[in-house]
């Protein structure tokens, strides 16, 4: 998909749809590929969807989409871009990552939508590039694979592999390869079909910026949100936090409560229970490593603070995660 096309047929793209996979990107990633067809007036992409098993492949909004069958061990796949969501430690089963190892080794280009990336680096395949996903899932990959350079980008693309954080980036991803095989103009005349204002490069941010997010625009309350959530493992106190901003914590006190209405300090528990939660569910990491990486001194001092939040344990939130299907984010 990301090499020179000699052929002189239509490239062709293949899908692997694993139980719980997001529409929304699935969507974005192939509804691009039809537009090109219609905007160049010829076939210039092909596309199949395979699962597995061969059968139907649930969303994660429940809809099952039919596929052409089970995923071949052999035959043409030029490209295969695996499409997974929620939960994806649960169906990287031992026969996918071999499959996915076996077809990379036949030279097939394998690439990834949101929490494929983790099937990918759980294959061994995501050695040498940076790579990237949905930013909720990254907290928890970078837990599970330390040694793989995450960023922050709608997509990346490596020698070996490419990884797209899911959802609109989709397009994105698309858009971009669109224009590499076939030209700008075309690429610009499949991004206005989307009534998609502009083709946003790699390398732009996922989420919004912190003054969109948060609704303000104070750069002193800003710049203090900012390390708040650079710093979750060794939380900042309040003298050093009031430093950044510029005024005393009682003038931050203030200023959190004017803009946000909330305490530093709450706003500050708040950010690190919720990192909590996601890891929680995320990976295996034990409740005392969580509470480590989440500025807690014992997993007892996280369970006090979890409980008094979420009305349960971080156990008992677990348990409930850990059934297949249970939606982890929106």
């Not at 759980?122 to 990237?132: D, H, N, W």
């Not at 690429?187 to 079909?193: D, G, H, I, L, N």
């Not at 009305?311 to 299907?325: F, I, K, L, M, Q």
């Amino acid at each position: 998909m990301f090499k020179p096309h000699a052929g002189p047929g239509p490239i062709r793209i293949d899908f692997l749809l694993v139980p719980q996979f997001s529409m929304m990107a699935f969507s974005a990633a192939v509804e691009p590929l039809r537009v090109a067809n219609r905007m160049a007036r010829r076939q210039v992409f092909d596309w199949r969807a395979w699962s597995m098993d061969g059968e139907p492949v649930k969303a994660s909004n429940g809809w099952p989409i039919p596929v052409g069958g089970a995923l071949p061990a052999s035959g043409d796949i030029p490209t295969l871009i695996v499409c997974s969501s929620f939960e994806p430690e649960h169906y990287a089963s031992k026969a996918m990552l071999a499959r996915l190892r076996h077809l990379a080794r036949r030279g097939t280009e394998i690439g990834a939508l949101d929490t494929g990336a983790w099937i990918l680096a759980a294959a061994g395949l995501l050695s040498g590039g940076k790579v990237t996903m949905h930013w909720e899932a990254a907290p928890g990959f970078a837990e599970a694979f330390p040694d793989i350079e995450i960023s922050e980008a709608l997509f990346e693309v490596s020698a070996k592999h490419f990884t797209c954080a899911g959802g609109t980036a989709a397009l994105d991803l698309m858009l971009d390869m669109i224009a590499r095989q076939y030209g700008q103009a075309l690429a610009v005349a499949v991004s206005e079909q989307f009534i998609h204002d502009r083709l946003r490069p790699r390398h732009d941010r996922q989420r919004m910026s912190l003054p969109k997010r948060l609704g303000v625009a104070n750069g002193k309350l800003i710049r203090v949100v900012a390390a708040m959530e650079a710093n979750l493992e060794t939380p900042l106190d309040a003298k050093a936090l009031a430093a950044l901003s510029g005024v005393s914590a009682r003038q931050l006190e203030r200023l959190f409560r004017t803009e946000l209405k909330d305490s530093p300090a709450n706003y500050y528990l708040q950010l690190r229970l919720q990192r909590a939660r996601l890891l929680l569910r995320q990976t295996d990491m034990s409740v005392m490593e969580i509470a480590m990486a989440c500025g807690y001194s014992s997993a007892s001092c996280l369970s006090r603070s979890y409980r008094a939040h979420f009305a349960v344990t971080p156990r008992e939130d677990r348990r409930e995660g850990e059934n297949p299907g249970v939606q982890k984010r929106g």
